[in-house]
């Protein structure tokens, strides 16, 4: 850097010494050399002379311009010429002259240069300041440093090669300087220092007097603004107009880059932005709109700093986002060019904090102290006027809630269902809510938890896993989610990640970053909670009077449904009630002889009382019993006794013959049928399980029961819970198994007719009954026994029977056991006149030989086969194909059998192959 003065620096030359002079004590001249400096001197005193007389006339800026223009620039050469101000705080300095000429104009910075306050001491600037004679600046040999100040290297990169500054002083006080620029290297010579130096000392009090003039037109300007703004501010109803004020009118003033006004929570503790300038310079950074919409929490000294400050308060940037727990929008700030923010606290009348008036500035010492008592002047009458916005936007906020209170609460009143929740919650309430998901949940007094009732999710998360597990969570009322207070809470999700809160880490995971929750009540109790939830932060800051509201109607709305459904699963159960007791009642019609007991089994006999030793044993246990005995020998009779003598005699014995229904109709019979289940079902009914609950199940003819079916009754069996054909739920059922059949089922299972599983489950108690052949000494009981019931069935007088008829009695083989004798009395007493039983109308000897030889016939091994096939399609339903189909049961492939079925002439009667 080269900066350079004349030789003589430091004394004022030009009141005190000539030129020459100084010249001549700085070194040696020779007489010729003394003699043209002499001539010169006296040439430049007269010009300096005829310069005075101008400049004595100058009142305006525009005066000085011609000065420099006409008059300057032929005495020597210059490019263009400036001055510069101190400021009134010292430190800085501003432009107060520019040349329009200038050639730094094109220079992109130039506005910037020319409207902002520039650091005084920089080393350039302070030095011309300080000297007191003109400095010259030699572009070219200040080299590439970073020393050079900004506006320095603007005129450097104009194509400024030299510039001469001298310092302006009144009163001993240096108030300005006057540079002139040159594109020219080594341009400005000694004569022309000593000209500068004395334009400088001439100049000063003209310029001090236009500072002077302008200061006080300056302050008639600020006055007039300030009044105009107070007025417009005083007349603005809502933020834009506020916001047009600001931009219009106080930017006119003052240069700052862009303003905001933060208004603070009732409870003091937010700061949340009301007007955010679209000018902001710091708009575009991707953090912007996030902290813009967001609040800031006063806790930090900073913040109270601005707070308690009565004046505005300007603060660096830089300094202030260096410090440790700086708010982020200092840090937004820095990032985005901010230097300095100038600040006032806006206050109530009652001196309470309102809010903040922030101004921003991309200079350092940008805000000039002047501005502050304007700033403060004008801050009375913005917190006025925000305090009326405010409240203007509190009335049309009531008013919009009421208005859209109305409009929930119609839709709310209408709701028949969950689904006209769900429709609620998933279109009409997005209107006034930004949430991405919601979440009901009822409480549960038994378990004390919060289970899901209705939620409505982005479809994206729908399936996923997490949201899988949400919605089945059932919250404890422990949790800290459930406090007393009734007012809507924001919930941030960071804050539970960390806890033992479940419910609030998955929907962390469902990248839910907010919550709002309310409790749903009913009178004085809690009955649910209604959660939005967001994948935003800071979403609900504005919801919470609104939701405040509509979570009475939906605590109504919730509370009826819950109401209504619980009504509705009562009339169910009514109707399930009602259904069976009509379906008993039906039954017991049909069950004549319900109230059999073990007095009503006629056996006297060995046999029969080794039978009554086994029932005597089984009868108070809820064990399964099989009864085996060919076909009447007492079966169903022993069954009955049996659960009249049991403790679930007072609940019905429901009996399902399994021979006597077609397979596809067994399993309703068992299990029941939803309506619709299938072609038919035209009703709901219940399965005899159902309707033996607390009874017992008397499954007749077992062993005929079809394979596929045996399986899902081993299961109704075990797991004592059935579902109905058609429906989903699952049905407890307490029912006691009575199985009995007359085929032996072990060969059955052997022969694979018959589940082994299931053989096994039910052969718990198996009791064998006696064929009447083998137990020939009951008879002449049983005679008895039936000629007393139908004697007196009939109303006849039969007595007893002769003993040539009882010899043909135990003289007869009994196929049919108990029932044929049974019906044989029958027979003999309707058609007996008289007293005693004479005649027997049994089978005679010679047909029971002509049977016997008839059952002798020997089948021919096609015969055998043929009776064999139509068993197994019977067992199987007519199925021949797939598993448990006949072909499988038979071992042989569908083509084979199927032209047995034909060879051997097998025909299908209406449901069953016939023999
Ligand atoms: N020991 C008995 N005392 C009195 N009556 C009996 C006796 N055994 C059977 N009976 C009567 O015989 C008839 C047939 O009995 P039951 O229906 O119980 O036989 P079952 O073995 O179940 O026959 P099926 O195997 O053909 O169903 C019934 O009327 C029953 O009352």
Redesign the pocket.
């Given at each position: 850097m080269n900066m350079q003065g004349p030789e003589v620096e430091g004394k004022d030359f030009f009141t005190k010494q000539t030129y020459i002079e100084a010249i001549s004590e700085a070194h040696e001249v020779s007489p010729e050399e003394e003699i043209s400096l002499m001539r010169e001197a006296l040439e430049e005193k007269g010009t300096l002379l005829s310069l005075s007389k101008e400049i004595v006339k100058i009142r305006a800026k525009k005066d000085l311009n011609k000065l420099i223009k006409e008059t300057f620039s032929k005495l020597f050469y210059f490019y263009h010429c400036t001055i510069a101000i101190v400021n009134e705080d010292k430190k800085t300095f501003r432009a107060f002259l520019l040349d329009p000429d200038s050639r730094i104009k094109i220079h992109e910075k130039y506005q910037h240069l020319i409207t902002q306050p520039i650091v005084l001491h920089n080393g350039f600037d302070d030095r011309v300041l300080n000297s007191d004679v003109p400095l010259i600046i030699d572009f070219d040999a200040l080299g590439e440093t970073d020393k050079i100040p900004w506006h320095v290297r603007i005129m450097r990169e104009s194509g400024i090669m030299e510039v001469v500054g001298a310092a302006l002083s009144m009163d001993q006080e240096r108030f300005a300087s006057i540079w002139f620029y040159s594109d020219r290297k080594n341009n400005f010579t000694q004569r022309d220092l000593w000209l500068i130096a004395g334009i400088a000392t001439l100049i000063s009090p003209a310029i001090a007097n236009i500072i002077a003039g302008e200061q006080v037109e300056k302050k008639i300007r600020e006055a007039d603004a300030l009044l105009f703004i107070s007025d417009a501010i005083a007349s603005v109803n809502n933020r834009n107009d506020l916001l047009d004020v600001f931009n219009k009118s106080l930017k006119k003033l003052f240069y700052f880059t862009h303003s905001m006004i933060l208004t603070l929570s009732e409870d003091g503790q937010q700061l949340s932005p009301l007007i955010l300038d679209p000018d902001s310079i710091s708009r575009h950074d991707p953090d912007y709109q996030h902290i813009a919409s967001g609040w800031l929490a006063v806790n930090d000294e900073f913040l109270d700093r601005i707070l308690s400050s009565k004046d505005p308060f300007i603060f660096d940037v830089l300094a202030e986002a260096g410090k440790e727990g700086s708010p982020d929008c200092l840090q937004l700030n820095l990032r985005t060019g901010v230097k300095q923010i100038m600040c006032v606290t806006l206050r109530r009348s009652d001196q309470q904090p309102l809010g903040i008036l922030a101004l921003y500035n991309d200079t350092i010492n940008g805000f000039s102290e002047n501005y502050r008592a304007l700033i403060k002047g004008i801050s009375y009458h913005l917190s006025t006027a925000i305090s009326k916005i405010l409240y203007l936007e509190d009335i049309s906020r009531r008013d919009e809630e009421n208005r859209i209170l109305l409009e929930i609460s119609n839709e709310l009143v209408a709701v028949k269902e969950k689904n006209d929740i769900l429709k609620i919650i998933s279109v009409s309430l997005k209107k006034y809510f930004n949430y991405t998901d919601s979440h009901i949940v009822i409480y549960n007094t038994s378990a004390r938890t919060y289970k899901t009732y209705i939620f409505h999710a982005r479809d994206q998360v729908l399936e996923s896993q997490e949201f899988q597990a949400m919605i089945r969570t059932e919250i404890p009322e422990n949790e800290e989610i459930i406090d007393y207070s009734h007012q809507p809470i924001i919930v941030n999700v960071d804050d539970l990640v960390d806890s033992e809160f479940q419910w609030g880490q998955q929907i962390h995971q469902m990248g839910i970053s907010e919550y709002i929750r309310v409790k749903l009540t009913d009178g004085d109790q809690i009955i649910g909670l209604f959660m939005l939830l967001s994948e935003q932060k800071n979403a609900f800051a504005q919801s919470k009077s609104l939701l405040q509201k509509i979570s009475f109607q939906f605590s109504k709305a919730i509370a009826n449904l819950i109401a209504n459904e619980k009504i509705a699963s009562q009339l169910e159960q009514i109707n399930r009630y009602k259904q069976q007791l009509e379906e008993e009642k039906l039954y017991l019609q049909q069950e004549v002889s319900a109230g059999l007991t073990y007095d009503?089994?006629?056996?006297f006999g060995t046999e029969?009382q080794k039978v009554f030793g086994l029932l005597s044993q089984v009868s108070f246990a809820n064990s399964t019993v099989l009864i085996l005995?060919?076909?009447?020998?007492?079966?169903?009779?022993?069954a009955r006794a049996l659960h009249n003598s049991s403790s679930r005699k007072n609940k019905l014995m429901v009996k399902v013959n399994c021979a006597a229904l077609p397979a596809n109709l067994i399993e309703s019979e068992l299990f029941g049928h939803e309506k619709g289940s299938f072609t038919g079902a035209t009703e709901r009914r219940i399965g005899k399980f159902e309707l033996a609950n607390h009874g017992t199940l008397f499954l007749?003819?077992i062993g005929e029961m079809p394979l596929d079916l045996q399986v899902k009754l081993l299961r109704a069996i075990q797991e004592k819970e059935i579902e109905r054909v058609g429906g989903t739920a699952v049905i407890k059922t307490d029912v006691r198994i009575i199985a009995?059949t007359?085929r032996n089922l072990q060969q059955e299972v052997e022969a694979g007719w018959f589940r082994r599983d299931l053989y096994y489950r039910i052969n718990v108690f198996p009791i064998t009954?006696p064929p009447l052949r083998d137990r020939k000494d009951?008879i002449p009981a049983?005679a008895a026994?039936f000629i007393k019931k139908y004697a007196r069935n009939t109303g006849k007088k039969i007595t007893s029977i002769s003993a040539g008829a009882m010899q043909q009695l135990m003289a007869y083989n009994w196929p049919g056991?108990?029932?044929e004798l049974?019906h044989l009395i029958e027979r003999s007493v309707l058609m007996n006149s008289n007293g005693i039983l004479r005649q027997m109308h049994l089978p005679d000897i010679a047909s029971q030989q002509k049977d016997y030889s008839a059952s002798l016939h020997i089948k021919t091994y096609q015969e055998n086969e043929r009776d064999y096939i139509i068993d197994i399609l019977n067992r199987c339903d007519g199925r021949i194909y797939g598993r448990g189909g006949a072909a499988e049961l038979l071992d042989l492939n569908i083509s084979t059998l199927n032209s047995k079925i034909k060879k051997l002439g097998i025909r299908k009667g209406k449901t069953r192959y016939k023999k």
């Open positions: 009503d089994i006629v056996g029969m005995g060919e076909t009447g020998t007492g079966k169903e009779l022993v007749d003819e009995a007359n009954l009951d049983l026994h056991n108990v029932r049974e």
